[in-house]
Every structure is written in C-alpha cells, then in structure tokens.
C-alpha cells in the first residue's frame, strides 16, 4: 500500500489523465458497444420454462413475446359510431407502429372475449415477438397514440409496458443522494475541497459503474435495475471509502507531516481497512453467482465490477488527488475546528456515552436487543414474489390499465396462466376433459377453448384466475393444479401438460429464491465468522458480530416487509400499492448488507482491539475504540443512508424497495448495534471477547487489517 501511494504521488498527473481517460474511454465503449437490459425470469429446469418448451415443439407463440394491452373505455359503449369509427383507427396506427407484431382488435374473431358484455370497456391486445429487443421506441409511439385518442369521450390507457402518463418531475434520486452526502461531509470537514475529494470518487466509481454494466450486457444478460443499483452502491462505498482515507490523511496534516508523508500514511493504515472492505463486498457479490441465475448473476456482476473500479479510485486516484490538494485541503473552510478530524474534544461525547452504556450493559443490551427482535417480527410473513403494474401510482398509465382491466374483466385477467399440453397418443376427448377440469377448480374464472397445433405435438390452454397475479391464492392456485388438478386429470393417458405464464413463472423463481435462501444465508454467515476469527483472534467477538449483524438484517428486513409487503406508509412514500418483497432481493441484500457492516465491523473492533493489545484493559479498549471511530462511523452512515435512502424517489418499486432496506439495514447498523449493542456486549463478556483455543489459534491464518502507523519517508 505504501508503495502504491508513493507510485500515485509521483505521477500524481499520469494517474489524473488516466482516470479521465478510463472514464470517458468505457463510457464511449459501452454507448458503442453494449447491449440491451433485459428482464429475463427464466429458470432452466423449472416447469414454466417446460411449458414453453412444449409449445415451442408445436410452433405456438401462445401468450409468448411481450404482451401490451391498450385499453379502450367509452361511457356511451365502444359499439357507437364514433367510438367505434375511432378506435378502428387506432387499430391501424397500431399495425403501422408494430408490423412485426400480432395485433388483435376486440372486433375480430380471435377478440370476442376481448370486448365486456355491456361493451363501454374492452381492449386492442398487442403481442410483440420475443426478438425484438428495443421497446423503447414503441414505448414512446404507444405514448403518443394514447394522448393522440384520449379526448375525454374515448379514454385510452396502454398496459403492459412501463409507460408513463408525463415526464417526471424533480432532480434524479442519485442527485438527492449525492447533494445530502455534500452537506454532511461539509459539516464533518469544514471544508469544500475535503468534502469534494469523496464525492469525486462516489462519481468516478458510479459513471465507471454504470459504463461496466453497459459495456457487459452484450455478454451476460442484465436486468434493467442492474445499472442504477451499480450506480447507488458504487457512490455510497466511494464515498465511504474516501471519507475513511480523508479522515486518516488530515489526522497526519494535523499531527505535523507533510501533504505526501501524510497521505501514504493514511494509505498505510485506512488504506488496508479499503481494499479489506472492497474484497469483501466484491468476494459477497460474486458468491450470487453460484445460484445460477442469469437474473441475479447481471446484477452481482454489475456491483462487483463497479466496486472493484471503485477500490481502485480509493487507492490510486484519490493518494494522487491529495498529492495536488497539498496543504490546500483546508481551503474554503465553512468553519474552524480546535482539533483534528477523529481525536480530541470531537470524541468526548463518544467517549461518555460509551461509559454510560458499560456502566449498565445488561439493561441496555436488553432494550437493544428487543428493538431488534421487535422490527424483525414482520418477516415471519414474508412472502416472495414480483410486483407489476398494479403496484405503480396511479398517476401511470400502465397502473390505470391494470385496474380497467381488473375492473371489466376479473383481477385475473392481469395474470392469466397456460397450460401447455403434450397430448402425446392420447384421444381427442383429453383437451376437452381437461378444460372441464381445470373450469370447475377452486379459484379458476375462465378456461378458453384449447388451441392445438397444427403438427398436433402441442396444445394450449389460458386459465384465468379469480384473483390477481401478486396475490397468494394465485400461488397457491399454481400449486394446485400442478400438484392435484392436472395428474389427476392426464391419469394413465400417457400425456403431459405444464403450467406456464408470467405470473407461474414468478412464482417458480419466488420459489426456488426461497428454496435456496437459507443455505445461502449460511455460507454468507459461517465465511464471515470464520475470516472474524482470524482477524480479531477471538471466537466469541466474532460469533457476537455474526450475530448482531444478523439482527440488524432481520430489522432491515422486517421494517421492509411492514412497509413494501404490508402496505404501511405506501401512501406517504408514494409507493402506489403494496406487494410481495421482490424474490430477487433478500440474497442481493444479505451478500451486500453484510459486505458494508464488515466494513464498520473491522473499523470499530481493530481499534478496540489495538487498545486491548496495548493495555489488556477490555472496558477500556471498548470505550477508547468507539471513541476514536463514532465521528467517522456516524458520518459514513450519514452517507450511505442519504444515498441508498434518495432510491425511495425513484420510480421504480425494484429500486426503492432496495434503496430503502440498504438504508435502514445502515441506519440499525450504525445506531443501535454499533452505538449500543457492541460496546454493551464487549463489556459484559469482558476477556472472554478474545479468547481463542489454542488449536484453532495455530489453525487460522493470521491477518492483519490495520496495523501501527509505519515510519514513512519523504516523497520527492
């Protein structure tokens, strides 16, 4: 590390041209050469995916492709005159905009079911082949025709696609996000130029970010969220970073050593505990990989990249940014300060509050303790699964279809399922037979006549369920007629039939996330107690972080679930309507949550762990190590809350659904664990925080993370 930052400091210049070129060369790259996002929920092996394999056999694109829905209400019926002369045009335009889709009017004989019985509501159904990649450009056509037909006799809503009824309003969410940063690292630093050396690298590291997931959907498949979410970690750990850096470089300038010694120093001690922390984030993320998802493996590759640049930001272009600042760091200072950042009258309050919670830790483990508990209740009720436009605000034209359609056709309509059948050498008789079947099952609204194929090896079916694709006895509908209706039905015929759809294979993918999760969570958690161990040669402190990093994501995800799943403050935060917790999530969140506590966790119990060694003294080491890390702890959380919390703006419930537990997983992390519960435990297990048998003492590796401030020369 020291030699890296002397390497940085040298060519402090070279190492600015570089950065800009790197910037600006992967950006270019990936508007050149990237691919398209793409949601893609398929799950090799799952019986969705075989329900598309058996139509494929038989040449049938039943319910295949993108599935827009543009939605026709008129108070006098859509039969009059004027609506009807209307609407045919618009039928047209349809065909014009999409050639090379399959256009459906409620008129034709494929569309009778298409047009309600009284006839005010009914619905020109648009099936875009799965080829084609780019929607964006139908999104805006679609747009346009609605506002071009919906003259207040003829109300006209596009669904299936996210376009909205008008531009958004408002700054972006990652500028509400990065202007909060500014404001608390100004008042942490007192200065405009200290304050925007982190900001630098939270931009460095999210504009590299987005450019990498751009750049690596032409290989790998990513979902549309994969750059923003990229995008929100990368400025948050930048910033993080850079604030540990900065924080450690103006404690050297403080103390009397010059801008280079100082600034090698801070890579010799703080540096350590950044490159620890980026391997750890970026090891978390990749281990999504193993799940074999192409799904989840996008967006793990998109956050591992992005914070692999950004470590690298951290570790080279700022030591060379510090090089020019020089002694200038302080310049355009808001405010003075009587000592340096991290140590003196700054760290009195943290100091006593540490000795008001060690002189009573029981009580206030307890109450720690149980707020925890408390705020994870509600993940009991977790119920996996995806939202869709029945979950945007209304203000969206794709919601108000969702709900005309609901509201003429049955909430199912919205999320019909297809059995696909492999008839096999079973009689004419077999479709018949199921269909009934399938009609008179609990839940079941509608069941249309089978579709056969021409070659005779496939067959389809569309079941409409009585209640909406995001609701449980849909999934259980699923089940149920995977499980009872359909073995029982094909008994001894010798065909074969699977459920598919959409809304089945959501469910697919929510069940097999659910399946996995556990196990997942256990790696996560025995790696992470077993690389504590090695560190802070200690069994108990470790097993005591593992824990309480644990409590602090069933907190993130309890308040979580209360608000996105339950429904509480959906209102407030303009969420549009409750829904499952996205299936995706809860593993993206585990690797990356534990991967940003591991960074709080190693700063905070290597100083008390340094101070332990020095006076074997455990309540004083607790005390001393909180002291000298709470400004920096609360500041970086500061930040990370304000970044990942500015997603909740955003539009999308993917990103504000995981913006919001990111931060409240820092702000519970940062507050009642690290402020509380830590120092409150150390202080009740007193020496036995590091003990440590003598077998596995010789077993473990030994690594450092921090370590003594090393005598540096002078950089020329």
Not at 65 to 83: C, R
Request: hydrophobic share 50%; proline share 5%; aromatic share 6%.
């Amino acid at each position: 590390m020291e030699r890296i930052a002397r390497a940085c400091l040298r060519h402090r210049r070279t190492v600015l041209a570089g950065w800009v070129a790197a910037v600006i060369g992967l950006s270019v790259l990936a508007g050149a050469f990237g691919g398209e996002a793409e949601d893609d929920y398929a799950l090799p092996g799952s019986e969705s995916q075989r329900a598309i394999e058996i139509l494929d056999r038989g040449g049938l694109s039943y319910g295949g492709g993108t599935q827009v829905q543009v939605v026709l209400q008129h108070d006098e019926g859509l039969d009059s005159p004027e609506a009807r002369s209307a609407v045919d045009a618009l039928v047209a335009d349809v065909e014009a905009l999409a050639p090379d889709a399959r256009v459906v009017s409620p008129w034709s004989a494929e569309g009778a079911d298409q047009l309600t019985a009284d006839g005010r509501l009914g619905f020109v159904a648009v099936e875009v082949p799965e080829d084609r990649e780019d929607l964006a450009p139908l999104q805006e056509d679609l747009g346009e025709l609605r506002d071009r037909y919906d003259d207040g006799g003829l109300t006209v809503e596009v669904g299936g696609l996210p376009v909205e009824s008008g531009t958004e309003s408002g700054p972006p969410a990652e500028l509400i996000g990065i202007v909060a940063a500014m404001v608390i690292l100004l008042f942490a630093f007192g200065s405009v130029l200290a304050m925007g050396l982190p900001i630098l690298i939270g931009l460095v590291g999210a504009a590299s970010g987005v450019a990498v997931v751009g750049l690596g959907s032409r290989w790998v498949e990513m979902p549309t969220f994969a750059a923003p979410v990229s995008a929100m970690i990368a400025i948050g750990v930048g910033i993080d970073y850079a604030l540990l850096v900065v924080t450690r470089h103006r404690e050297g300038l403080a103390s009397g050593l010059s801008p280079a010694r100082s600034a090698v120093l801070a890579q010799a001690t703080a540096g350590r505990s950044v490159l620890f922390a980026g391997v750890t984030v970026v090891i978390a993320s990749l281990g999504l990989v193993l799940m074999d998802l192409k799904f989840i493996t996008g967006v793990a590759l998109g956050i591992a990249g992005a914070v692999l640049i950004t470590m690298a930001a951290a570790l080279t272009l700022l030591p060379a940014m510090l090089g020019v600042v020089g002694l200038r760091i302080d310049r355009f200072s808001v405010h003075r300060r009587r000592t340096g950042a991290g140590g003196g009258d700054d760290d009195g309050p943290a100091r006593r509050w540490s000795r008001q919670v060690q002189r009573h830790p029981l009580p206030w483990a307890l109450a720690s303790t149980a707020v925890l508990v408390v705020l994870t209740i509600p993940v009991l009720d977790i119920r996996l699964g995806f939202s869709d436009a029945g979950t945007s605000p209304t203000s969206h034209t794709d919601r108000r279809a969702y709900d005309l359609l609901a509201d003429g056709f049955g909430a199912g309509t919205n999320g019909p399922l297809v059995v696909a059948v492999d008839p096999g050498r079973a009689g004419d008789g077999l479709l018949d037979g199921l269909a009934d079947d399938l009609a008179s099952t609990p839940g079941v609204a509608e069941v249309s006549p089978p579709v056969v194929a021409e070659n005779g090896e496939a067959a389809a079916l569309r079941v409409v369920p009585t209640t909406g694709p995001q609701a449980q006895a849909t999934t259980d509908l699923v089940h149920r007629l995977r499980e009872d209706v359909i073995p029982a039905s094909l008994e001894g015929s010798g065909a074969q039939a699977a459920v598919g759809g959409t809304t089945a294979a959501a469910v697919d993918f929510a069940d097999y996330n659910a399946d996995r999760l556990p196990v997942f969570l256990a790696v996560v958690l025995g790696l992470a107690m077993v690389l504590l161990m090695a560190v802070f040669r200690g069994v108990v402190v470790a097993v005591k972080a593992v824990v309480v990093n644990l409590l602090s994501l069933g907190a993130a995800f309890g308040a979580t679930v209360a608000v996105f799943q339950w429904g509480w403050g959906v209102d407030l935060l303009d969420l549009g309507a409750s829904a499952p917790f996205e299936a995706w999530a809860p593993m993206m969140l585990i690797a990356i949550t534990f991967g940003l506590s591991m960074d709080y966790e190693v700063f905070l119990l290597s100083r008390i762990r340094e101070e332990y060694d020095r006076t074997g003294d455990n309540a004083a080491a607790v005390a001393e190590g909180l002291a000298r890390t709470a400004r920096v702890i609360t500041a970086a959380a500061a930040i990370m809350v304000c970044v990942f919390g500015s997603f909740v703006l955003g539009s999308t419930r993917e990103l504000q659904l995981f913006g919001f537990a990111l931060a409240f997983a820092v702000l519970v992390d940062a507050t009642v664990v690290r402020m509380v519960l830590v120092p409150a435990t150390m202080e009740l297990l007193g020496d036995r925080n590091w003990w440590l048998p003598r077998w596995l003492d010789r077993s473990l590796p030994r690594l450092r993370i921090e370590r003594p401030a090393p005598a540096v020369e002078e950089v020329p």
